[in-house]
C-alpha cells in the first residue's frame, strides 16, 4: 500500500486551508465558531449603533453649543431652545430652568408669608443648598444623558472579554476529541495529530478575531462618550455662570 495515503485513510483528507479546516470540523467546533459568529455580528452592530448615536449627539451638541454661546442674555437663549431640536443639551436646559422658576416661585411664597405682605417683590435669590441642587440635577441629568448613549456598551465589555473564553472551550474540548480519535485509531505519527489540532484551534483563531475588534470598539466609545460628558459638564457650568449674571440665582 502506498505510504503517501495514509493520512486520507487516518483523517478522511488532510485539510488544506481554512474553509476545508472549518466544514470538517467537530459537531463541537462548529457549534463554538456559530456562536463565535453571532457574538461577531452582534459586537459589530452594537459599534455601529453607538458610533452613530454618538456622532449625531455631538453633531447637536456643537451646534446647540455654539448658538448658547451667542446667546447674550437667557430671554435669547430660552427662544433658541424652542427652536432647536431635542437633544441633551435642551433636555438639560429644560430641566434646570424648570428647577428654578418652580424654586423661586416657592421662595416667593414662603417670603410672602414671612413678611405678611402679599404685594411683597419678588426676589429671585436661591440659598445655597438650592443652588447645590441645581448642580445635582445637572449632573443627574448629564447620567441619565450618558447611561442613555452607553445602554449598549456593557453588552460589548463582555463579548470583548467572553469571547476568548469561549474559544478556549472551543479548542480544548477539540484536542481531547482529537487525542481520542487518534488513540482509537492507533497511530500518533504528525499526519494523523496535526490535522485535529489544527482544526481545534481554529476555535482560538476565531474567538481572537471577535475579542479584538471589540475591545478596540469598546476603548474607542467609552472615550468618545467621556468627551461627551465632559461637553455636558461644561454646558451645565456655563449655564449656571449665565443664571447667576441674569440675577435669576
Do not use: C
Request: hydrophobic share 50%.
Amino acid at each position: 500500500m502506498n505510504t503517501l495515503s495514509l493520512p486520507l485513510q487516518l483523517g478522511g483528507g488532510v485539510p488544506t486551508s481554512p474553509r476545508e479546516l472549518i466544514l470538517n470540523a467537530t459537531l463541537v467546533t462548529q457549534v463554538v465558531l456559530v456562536v463565535l459568529a453571532v457574538l461577531s455580528l452582534v459586537s459589530w452592530a452594537v459599534m455601529f449603533a453607538v458610533s452613530r448615536d454618538l456622532s449625531k449627539s455631538r453633531k447637536q451638541g456643537l451646534s446647540f453649543l455654539d448658538k448658547f454661546d451667542k446667546s447674550r442674555t437667557l430671554l435669547d437663549a430660552t427662544t433658541m431652545v424652542k427652536f432647536a431640536g431635542q437633544s441633551a443639551f435642551t433636555r438639560l436646559f429644560q430641566h434646570a430652568m424648570h428647577y428654578v422658576q418652580d424654586t423661586q416661585g416657592v421662595n416667593q411664597q414662603q417670603r410672602e408669608r414671612d413678611l405678611g405682605d402679599v404685594a411683597a417683590p419678588p426676589s429671585a435669590t436661591l440659598t445655597g443648598s438650592q443652588i447645590e441642587t441645581l448642580h445635582l440635577i445637572l449632573d443627574t441629568e448629564a447620567s441619565s444623558e450618558r447611561d442613555r448613549m452607553g445602554r449598549l456598551l456593557p453588552w460589548l465589555a463582555s463579548i470583548a472579554s467572553v469571547s476568548p473564553l469561549i474559544g478556549l472551550l472551543g479548542t480544548v474540548l477539540g484536542v481531547i476529541e482529537a487525542f481520542v480519535g487518534i488513540a482509537l485509531k492507533g497511530s500518533g505519527n504528525l499526519s494523523a495529530v496535526a490535522p485535529g489540532v489544527a482544526e481545534a484551534l481554529v476555535a482560538t483563531a476565531a474567538s481572537l478575531a471577535v475579542a479584538i475588534p471589540a475591545t478596540f470598539g469598546y476603548n474607542i466609545l467609552a472615550s468618545r462618550l467621556n468627551r461627551f460628558d465632559a461637553m455636558m459638564d461644561r454646558f451645565g457650568t456655563t449655564l449656571i455662570a449665565l443664571l447667576v449674571r441674569e440675577g435669576h440665582i
